[in-house]
């Protein structure tokens, strides 16, 4: 098996915490983004949307999107869970999974997009709506840090995928200067240097 990514880019960053989390070793093959590379006819027989990351099984099949390959894993490898370890806590790790998803990455993604000119060379951009994404993001930074003032995760005091996700979209955010504000935001950044400790973190 192995993996096409673009190393910067916080779905395959997230890939590579979780398999690290799993102890799980994997081959990655770059795929310069900047340069189009998974523009090209043989990369969308891949993936039709052009993305990264995307998982090459050795019958030669593919699974694209970061959760689905992060949940093949968890399939293959249950242990430890990362998906949670009964209904309810399941069920909250997905909750928290969406919420950082479209509050967070899509937001972060958005800003990048639209204001610092990466991709305006494929894709019409637009400014203002680039910076009122970011500032939706900033917005959540306070719903995040109210609600790990009780709790050490995302989960309460459970680990998780929502973890993951959370901490590499807000990682990214410094790439377009969305940081939360020591002041504002005490207990999300406690809960970031937290995870950031994590060997994972820097895998």
Not at 66 to 82: D, G, K, M, N
Request: glycine residues 6%; charged residues 30%; proline residues 6%.
């Amino acid at each position: 098996m192995k993996i096409y990514e673009f190393a910067q880019a916080p779905n395959c960053r997230r890939v590579r915490m979780f398999l690290a989390e799993k102890g799980i070793e994997m081959d990655y093959v770059h795929v310069d983004i900047g340069k189009g590379e998974n523009l090209s006819e043989e990369y969308r027989r891949r993936d039709p949307n052009a993305k990264v990351p995307v998982l090459e099984l050795d019958d030669g099949s593919h699974i694209a999107e970061s959760v689905a390959i992060q949940r093949y894993f968890e399939e293959l490898q249950p242990e430890p869970p990362l998906f949670g370890r009964n209904p309810k806590e399941k069920a909250l790790v997905e909750m928290w999974t969406r919420r950082g998803d479209f509050n967070m990455m899509f937001n972060v993604g958005m800003c990048f997009q639209h204001t610092t000119g990466f991709f305006a060379d494929r894709m019409r951009v637009f400014p203002e709506f680039g910076e009122e994404s970011g500032r939706k993001a900033v917005q959540f930074f306070d719903v995040l840090d109210q609600h790990l003032e009780e709790n050490r995760y995302l989960v309460g005091d459970y680990f998780s995928v929502a973890d993951i996700g959370m901490l590499c979209s807000l990682d990214f955010g410094k790439a377009v200067k969305l940081r939360p504000d020591p002041d504002q935001h005490p207990n999300l950044l406690r809960w970031r240097d937290e995870l950031s400790a994590r060997p994972s973190a820097s895998a």
